[in-house]
């Protein structure tokens, strides 16, 4: 038989209420879509992950805005090549534990694992930059009218096709 | 997530979200959704399962390129063994829920997500 995901499996107590009763909020809207316009085989793939990873060398996410302000988290983002390997980065997201894709990146953000698939052929190419950013906000603005046109652009300029978004 | 992913496919780019709350990624209105049931900061599975982690980005990908109507979810069949104990909590409780303890009274603005006005800084 096909599998049907329990979305509140790992949850429970008071985040399994609010998760249920955030799922419950959305209204019907117009969904964007653009068509895959090339085979896998010739797409070059990005991955966008809400983890809150930056590199060791690069600048932390600052974890004190949110303890400051627990609605709100560091709406900026940072950039990871497509050289990253595992041990280069660390997670900063205050909802999980970080142990696991700091032990191994590939958990949470597959760089090693998409340079594979390009090796085999089966896309064109991993991108040469992947992104992250903190997850938790309760006031996306921010993140939403900066960071993520930012974001965009840069795909843009690396001729992206597909990005996966990887949530934790 | 979600929200980012409509500003990223609006823009001319192919998105999917491997998600571990698909209900949610959905509600806000996603073009495609590849739903996993694994762990919490283990999206693509444990450390060091590298065949696990490039089976399930496969199966992604894979979804991707089936899903052909805005808002579909395809649930990819990966099983997580429950015998795995495995600490998914952060070292800390996140701010929210210190903050929530001590004020009882915002919860229901939290269920909303209507957080209370932002303050002069």
């Known amino acids: ?168 | 997530m979600g929200l980012v992913q409509r500003e990223i496919e609006a823009d001319g780019f192919s998105t999917i979200s491997l998600s571990m709350i698909p209900e949610l990624t959905a509600s806000v209105g996603v073009p495609r959704i590849a739903a996993i049931e694994h762990p919490f900061g283990l999206t693509l599975g444990l450390p060091g399962d590298s065949v696990r982690q490039l089976e399930v980005l496969r199966a992604t990908l894979r979804a991707l390129e089936e899903i052909s109507q805005p808002g579909t979810v395809v649930n990819l069949p990966f099983e997580w063994k429950s015998g795995d104990k495995l600490n998914m909590y952060p070292p800390e409780p996140p701010p929210i829920a210190r903050y929530l303890r001590r004020h009882p009274w915002h919860f229901p603005k939290f269920l909303r997500r209507a957080p209370p006005e932002i303050r002069n800084v």
């Open chain 1, 1 to 168: 038989m096909d599998k049907t995901v329990d979305s509140y499996r790992f949850l429970e107590g008071v985040p399994r209420r609010v998760m249920k009763q955030w799922a419950s909020l959305g209204a019907p809207r117009e969904i964007p879509w653009t068509p895959l316009a090339k085979p896998l085989s010739q797409c070059a793939v990005s991955l966008l992950s809400s983890a809150g990873v930056a590199l060791i060398t690069d600048q932390p996410f600052d974890q004190g805005i949110e303890r400051r302000d627990p609605w709100f988290s560091d709406p900026s983002y940072r950039v990871l090549p497509r050289t990253a390997s595992t041990g280069s980065a660390r997670v900063y997201h205050l909802h999980i534990n970080p142990s696991f894709a700091e032990q191994d990146l590939n958990c949470v953000m597959p760089i090693e694992r998409l340079n594979e698939l390009e090796a085999l052929g089966e896309i064109g190419r991993s991108a040469s930059s992947h992104y992250s950013y903190m997850g938790y906000t309760v006031r996306p603005e921010a993140l939403l009218q900066h960071s993520v046109p930012g974001i965009i652009r840069r795909l843009r300029e690396d001729q992206v096709d597909v990005v996966i978004l990887v949530p934790v």
